[in-house]
């Protein structure tokens, strides 16, 4: 198993480098590509020989992994995709791999009363829609929000591993504050996607605070293996329970909140609660709702309550109404200026 998994992950890096058209990639190039790809993964120098990279590419090029990679030599030492767009990656599913996933759906779809098949759900309703798709040579029917362009998507599963084997992670870092990148030690504990953007949470040193930080503010991501991890019992569930996003304002307690939903809002609100917390406290006549929250203060949940405009208010408590209404009349100023931009 070992061994396939190291030809997935050589396989993968010799994609990857293909992709990058801006870069001549020699036989050399591509054995340290993935000599480096698998020593960050084990964690211990375990070097190509050129033999098994001329294997690898022959293996590629062939159907017997299904790639069918057009990897074409050039200049008579360097390797590239005679098509730019091709990755194995993008490989449409053969008849035998749509046979084998269909059966595959339909036995997990038989735990679909059990509590643990709540956290697969969702993946195996796209793999549903990836076979049909498939079979009817037609557009899937489900389409998810995603952006693909999205800054800092590489380092996922770099930062996955370090999570799953506990590895301390040196981070070049530059946040939209700083004016030069800083670099540090951080031991990440958890991947967490909000609102399109992924986040790694953990903390720079075992007596800091827990903090996040933003993937498209990552500029390189090293392993550090002599730094030993610290001991952790995170509880992701428990530590955001209480907000919205992922900024967990550390010493501040939540506390309730009291909201005021106009009546067009107010079935959105009611089928797609805020939070978790939510409790619908009344429904007036003219539709409106009042609700509460429960919640620890923070700029997601500023944000998601001004995106509502004039069709949300805040009630209680006193200072965050206050806060809310000096925001609102800023942005008013800046339209009734005389001059716009």
Known sequence: MAQNKNA???????????????????LEDLINACSEALYEFEGKENPVSKRTIQLDIQLMRSEKLGYNAPIEVYDKKFYRYADEDFSITDIPLTETDINVLTETVSMLKQFKDFSLFNDVS??????????????????????????????????????????????????TYKSFKSQEASQFTFFPFLLKEFNNRWFMVGKRKESHPISNLALDRIERLDFNFQMPFIA?????????????????N????????????????????????LHGSQRHLQTNEDGSIIINLYLIENFEMERLFLGFGNGLEVLKPERLRNRMKRI??????????????
């Open 8 to 26: 997935l992950i050589r396989y993968k890096t010799i994609d990857k480098c293909l992709q990058n058209h801006y870069k001549q990639w020699t």
């Open 122 to 171: 969702d993946i195996v309703q796209r793999l549903e829609d990836k076979i049909y798709a498939e079979k009817s040579h037609t557009q899937p029917v489900i389409h998810l929000d995603k952006n693909e362009k999205l800054k800092g998507l590489p380092f996922l599963e770099q930062i996955y591993q370090a999570i799953v084997k506990k590895i301390v992670l040196v981070v």
């Open 232 to 248: 952790t019992d995170f509880d992701a569930e428990a530590f955001y329970k209480n907000v919205i996003g992922v900024t967990v």
């Open 250 to 273: 550390t010493g501040v307690q939540p506390r309730a909140i009291r909201l005021w939903i106009d009546a067009t809002n107010a079935p959105y609100v009611l089928t797609k609660p």
């Open 328 to 341: 609102l009349k800023e942005s008013l100023m800046l339209y009734e200026a005389e001059d716009g931009i």
